[in-house]
């Protein structure tokens, strides 16, 4: 069973901006903090940004004052606004749940959605 729903990837110029959705459950949204990951071609998933129910947010060093994570509790969505971004953040993006205590993705992941940032 599909537990998120990740939309809003595409193509992208240097500098440009995407804001990216997830949609999920409100069993998972309404309990877990949440948090947006990447995978780049040959690397390894990294969290980028996550966000409690309390709406408090942490983010990578490398997006930090670029990146936006938000939540629409009525809606059970969890969006990544992206600025200025760079060729090198070009990746999949996905999002999840995160445990409690160890803050590792708690679901199988979704398809995510493509970024592609190229001139």
């Known amino acids: 069973q599909v537990q998120f729903v990740e939309s809003g990837g595409g193509l992208v110029q240097p500098g440009g901006s995407l804001r990216l959705s997830c949609a999920t459950s409100?069993?998972?949204?309404?309990?877990?903090?949440m948090g947006w990951y990447r995978q780049a071609p040959g690397k390894q998933r990294e969290l980028v940004a996550s966000?409690?129910?309390?709406?408090?947010?942490t983010y990578a060093d490398s997006v930090k004052g670029r990146f936006t994570i938000s939540r629409d509790n009525a809606n059970n969505t969890v969006y990544l606004q992206m600025n200025s971004l760079k060729p090198e953040e070009t990746a999949v993006y996905y999002c999840?749940?995160?445990?409690?205590?160890?803050?590792?993705?708690?679901?199988?992941w979704g398809q995510g959605t493509q970024v592609t940032v190229s001139s």
């Open positions: 999840n749940a995160r445990g409690a205590v160890t803050g590792t993705p708690q679901y199988a």
């Open positions: 966000i409690r129910s309390s709406g408090s947010t």
């Open positions: 409100k069993s998972i949204f309404s309990i877990y903090r």
